[in-house]
């Protein structure tokens, strides 16, 4: 029998409660944004920072056309909507960047002081509309940028996969429009960025109750980390979170003693500093991997750094090595990076995401580094035994480097499944296929009670 998705059980929304929510968040833009804007105005001391390379930023006046569409956009998006489920989330992200952004305006006004040049014709009325609500502060974080992100990905699933470049080419341009109409300096904009990361990794569009139709996906094995409990937190996790910790202060004050340049060390500051928190709470699920094996957009674009540096490592480690090996007929473990060559896989690598979904695929994220989670590694051997019995071709297990998280899953299903008789048996039989396994005494004892509870 075919799933019921929640579209087909909600009702339909009334233009009237639409229009409703869309006047009410109006109220909230208009009042708060001037009201930060006036509280600025009353002060004389407010700063403004810019770079000495900004003023070679050109004025373009026709940009303020792409700038203004983000006001259409962000109305339109009340009356795409689905269900209550769907605008209320979108409510909540709209209202979430609004408070954020008015507070950080009244805590830390800046100003923008660059005069602008004489417009006339439709860009001229424009930029008096422009200037009819909105004065030179309310800078860092650009609200633009934050709604271009919140409004960028409302629409993201709703075009069809050869109309998403030209909406992302749009965006960028209306991202670009507010250095460009000189409404913005260029520290606002990665600002905006995160502050849009921040509210899409809280608000995410991909739980169930509000998930796009073109977005739902219904996973061919078993469920994906979201359905697992979270893991408790041990010492190796605190461990490894100390680590990120100080990873993170290095970047911070490498950046600020540095400066210029060095200032995009901030970024992978920022997201060290999360990775730290993330071990710090034991929580895989900070990752946000769907069951497409993809991460969320604001987690791919916040912890980019993160990706790139683990990467480097996948590439290090798994230099001259085989990415993938078999250790039966049909169970080959190995790393994320061999996914496209498989039919099926059990993906149990938080970090990094699959370059492909496989037609047969299962995510149970698990942290690395640190002390298994039982049910976790529970749940990834019955999702192994499950797409085993569900199709004839080869499985693969994979983790970033296919040495441990991946290796532990194998072993709690050869014991689970009888084909070892014992962990010693297992693990001679894995290490044939993969040498290089890692697998701590006290890992060891976790895959025991994996395979017998």
């Given at each position: 029998?075919?799933?019921?998705?929640?579209?087909?059980?909600?009702?339909?929304?009334?233009?009237?409660?639409?229009?409703?929510?869309?006047?009410?968040?109006?109220?909230?833009?208009?009042?708060?944004?001037?009201?930060?804007?006036?509280?600025?105005?009353?002060?004389?001391?407010?700063?403004?920072?810019?770079?000495?390379?900004?003023?070679?930023?050109?004025?373009?006046?026709?940009?303020?056309?792409?700038?203004?569409?983000?006001?259409?956009?962000?109305?339109?998006?009340?009356?795409?909507?689905?269900?209550?489920?769907?605008?209320?989330?979108?409510?909540?992200?709209?209202?979430?960047?609004?408070?954020?952004?008015?507070?950080?305006?009244?805590?830390?006004?800046?100003?923008?002081?660059?005069?602008?040049?004489?417009?006339?014709?439709?860009?001229?009325?424009?930029?008096?509309?422009?200037?009819?609500?909105?004065?030179?502060?309310?800078?860092?974080?650009?609200?633009?940028?934050?709604?271009?992100?919140?409004?960028?990905?409302?629409?993201?699933?709703?075009?069809?996969?050869?109309?998403?470049?030209?909406?992302?080419?749009?965006?960028?341009?209306?991202?670009?429009?507010?250095?460009?109409?000189?409404?913005?300096?260029?520290?606002?904009?990665?600002t905006g960025m995160l502050v849009g990361c921040l509210i899409?990794?809280?608000?995410?569009?991909?739980?169930?109750?509000?998930?796009?139709?073109?977005?739902?996906?219904?996973?061919?094995?078993?469920?994906?980390?979201?359905?697992?409990?979270?893991?408790?937190?041990?010492?190796?996790?605190?461990?490894?979170?100390?680590?990120?910790?100080?990873?993170?202060?290095?970047?911070?004050?490498?950046?600020?003693?540095?400066?210029?340049?060095?200032?995009?060390?901030?970024?992978?500051?920022?997201?060290?500093?999360?990775?730290?928190?993330?071990?710090?709470?034991?929580?895989?699920?900070?990752?946000?991997?769907?069951?497409?094996?993809?991460?969320?957009?604001?987690?791919?674009?916040?912890?980019?750094?993160?990706?790139?540096?683990?990467?480097?490592?996948?590439?290090?480690?798994?230099?001259?090595?085989?990415?993938?090996?078999?250790?039966?007929?049909?169970?080959?473990?190995?790393?994320?990076?061999?996914?496209?060559?498989?039919?099926?896989?059990?993906?149990?690598?938080?970090?990094?995401?699959?370059?492909?979904?496989?037609?047969?695929?299962?995510?149970?994220?698990?942290?690395?580094?640190?002390?298994?989670?039982?049910?976790?590694?529970?749940?990834?051997?019955?999702?192994?035994?499950?797409?085993?019995?569900?199709?004839?071709?080869?499985?693969?297990?994979?983790?970033?480097?296919?040495?441990?998280?991946?290796?532990?899953?194998?072993?709690?299903?050869?014991?689970?499944?009888?084909?070892?008789?014992?962990?010693?048996?297992?693990?001679?039989?894995?290490?044939?296929?993969?040498?290089?396994?890692?697998?701590?005494?006290?890992?060891?004892?976790?895959?025991?009670?994996?395979?017998?509870?």
């Amino acid at each position: 029998m075919r799933p019921v998705s929640c579209f087909e059980l909600a009702p339909k929304l009334s233009w009237r409660y639409r229009l409703l929510c869309l006047l009410g968040m109006g109220v909230v833009f208009y009042s708060t944004y001037g009201g930060a804007n006036y509280l600025a105005g009353m002060r004389s001391d407010v700063p403004e920072i810019f770079w000495a390379w900004e003023r070679h930023i050109p004025f373009w006046a026709w940009s303020i056309v792409p700038y203004w569409t983000l006001n259409l956009f962000y109305a339109a998006a009340f009356f795409c909507c689905n269900t209550r489920a769907q605008i209320h989330r979108l409510l909540q992200q709209l209202l979430l960047a609004q408070a954020i952004a008015v507070v950080c305006f009244i805590a830390y006004p800046l100003t923008f002081t660059w005069a602008k040049p004489l417009t006339d014709g439709l860009t001229g009325r424009l930029f008096s509309a422009l200037a009819g609500f909105d004065q030179p502060y309310n800078q860092a974080p650009s609200l633009h940028i934050i709604l271009t992100m919140v409004i960028g990905r409302f629409y993201w699933y709703r075009f069809r996969p050869w109309l998403r470049p030209l909406w992302l080419a749009w965006l960028v341009l209306i991202a670009v429009s507010v250095l460009t109409t000189y409404q913005h300096h260029f520290i606002d904009i990665p600002t905006g960025m995160l502050v849009g990361c921040l509210i899409l990794w809280l608000l995410p569009w991909q739980s169930s109750q509000v998930a796009e139709r073109a977005s739902f996906r219904w996973p061919t094995a078993t469920s994906s980390m979201s359905t697992l409990p979270k893991p408790q937190r041990h010492h190796t996790h605190l461990r490894w979170s100390m680590l990120y910790a100080l990873a993170a202060l290095l970047c911070a004050v490498l950046a600020l003693s540095l400066q210029a340049a060095c200032y995009v060390l901030l970024w992978p500051a920022l997201a060290l500093a999360w990775l730290s928190l993330l071990y710090y709470h034991a929580d895989p699920a900070w990752w946000q991997k769907q069951a497409t094996g993809k991460h969320t957009m604001a987690v791919s674009l916040f912890a980019l750094p993160l990706r790139l540096i683990c990467r480097l490592n996948m590439a290090y480690w798994l230099r001259g090595q085989a990415l993938s090996a078999p250790v039966t007929a049909r169970i080959h473990v190995g790393s994320v990076l061999a996914s496209e060559n498989f039919q099926a896989v059990v993906d149990v690598c938080a970090e990094y995401p699959v370059a492909r979904t496989p037609p047969h695929y299962a995510a149970i994220p698990m942290l690395d580094m640190v002390m298994l989670d039982v049910t976790a590694v529970r749940t990834a051997a019955i999702a192994l035994e499950q797409l085993l019995q569900q199709q004839e071709q080869p499985v693969l297990v994979c983790c970033a480097l296919g040495y441990s998280r991946s290796v532990a899953v194998v072993l709690t299903y050869l014991l689970r499944s009888g084909q070892a008789n014992d962990l010693q048996a297992a693990l001679n039989m894995v290490q044939q296929a993969r040498p290089q396994m890692v697998v701590s005494t006290l890992n060891q004892q976790m895959i025991l009670k994996a395979a017998h509870e």
